[in-house]
């Protein structure tokens, strides 16, 4: 099978990229110029690389051809700073994803799998935890352009028969992950830790995520790729909630560090608690995550002392 993964040399897509190889497909990647190419050294003999702008049509239309299933994690914003500039995400991630279904249904793309995201397009919970059917209120402008695309994927597949299949992500996190910034906090507390920098944490440490390792979610795009399911979305996480302060107190366990901990006034964007139910993946997918947060924070932390770690990997 002939596979594209869209922002491919980051984080998650460079995961994904060595199991697509190791499988035996055929693999290409479209991403930033330059961009995250330390990610892909061990496989860069057996992938094809197209750079460009998500953007730019031209570019974009280049990668397309011969492409069976196209693997969608490209967004240009991030939860936290989405709100600030709402054209701006809409332009980059919805526009830029409507001119990607309209030249897949030039080049014959048959599946489009779509990063989405569990953490935001529900909203605040009326329910844990939460399953697909859960009404979708997002209180982000990244929540709602996510939530928009799947829409979109929904209408082009009535419309015109292009299949898909949307994953709403939990929390992923893991080696490769970028230290800086505000988005990851088990990668930044590590990071922190690593550099004897105190800890920066929203609100009072009671907010909790759904955090699971990559190689899950690694996982789970493989059997999206590769086994029947009826279902067009899944929740892909870890199906149990983490509040920051247990984050910290594990990470305190595994790296022996005790590092200084400083609270910030909460952001109204985040959501109080997210924990999404995994159910319908280990049903229809035969999918379930196996990496304890424990052994993930374990491995995370080994990377990171063993000077792999970059300031710039993303999603």
């Not at 594209?4 to 991403?31: E, N, P, Q, T, Y």
């Not at 006034?265 to 997210?274: H, S």
Request: neutral net charge; charged residues 20%; contains cysteine.
């Amino acid at each position: 099978m002939n596979v594209l993964v869209l922002g491919g040399a980051g984080f998650i897509g460079s995961h994904i990229i060595d199991a697509l190889v190791s499988r035996g497909h055929g693999v290409k990647i479209f991403d930033l110029p330059n961009f995250g190419k330390h990610n892909l050294l061990q496989c860069m003999d057996s992938i094809e690389i197209y750079e460009g702008n998500f953007s730019n049509t031209h570019e974009l239309a280049h990668a397309l051809t011969g492409v069976d299933v196209i693997i969608h994690l490209i967004c240009t914003t991030l939860p936290g700073s989405s709100n600030e500039n709402p054209v701006y995400d809409v332009d980059t991630n919805v526009i830029g994803t409507l001119n990607l279904l309209d030249e897949s249904l030039k080049k014959g793309v048959k599946k489009i799998i779509f990063a989405s995201s569990g953490g935001t397009v529900y909203g605040i919970p009326k329910q844990l935890p939460i399953p697909e059917t859960h009404p979708t209120d997002p209180i982000c402008s990244y929540g709602i352009s996510k939530l928009t695309i799947e829409k979109y994927l929904a209408l082009y597949h009535r419309l015109y028969g292009l299949d898909y299949t949307v994953l709403r992500l939990g929390n992923p996190y893991g080696e490769r992950q970028r230290i800086s910034g505000v988005q990851g906090a088990i990668a930044v507390f590590l990071g922190n830790v690593l550099f004897n920098r105190p800890i920066t944490i929203w609100g009072d440490g009671t907010v909790s995520r759904d955090y699971f390792h990559v190689s899950d979610l690694v996982s789970a795009v493989m059997c999206v790729l590769e086994k029947d399911h009826s279902s067009k979305v899944f929740n892909i996480a870890g199906g149990q909630a983490y509040s920051l302060n247990e984050i910290v107190a594990l990470i305190q366990k595994v790296t022996g560090k005790k590092p200084d901990i400083h609270f910030t006034p909460v952001r109204v964007l985040d959501v109080p608690v997210n924990c999404l139910d995994i159910s319908r993946a280990l049903k229809e997918l035969d999918w379930n995550p196996v990496v304890s947060l424990k052994e993930g924070i374990a491995r995370s932390w080994e990377w990171l002392k063993n000077g792999k770690m970059t300031m710039h990997s993303t999603i």
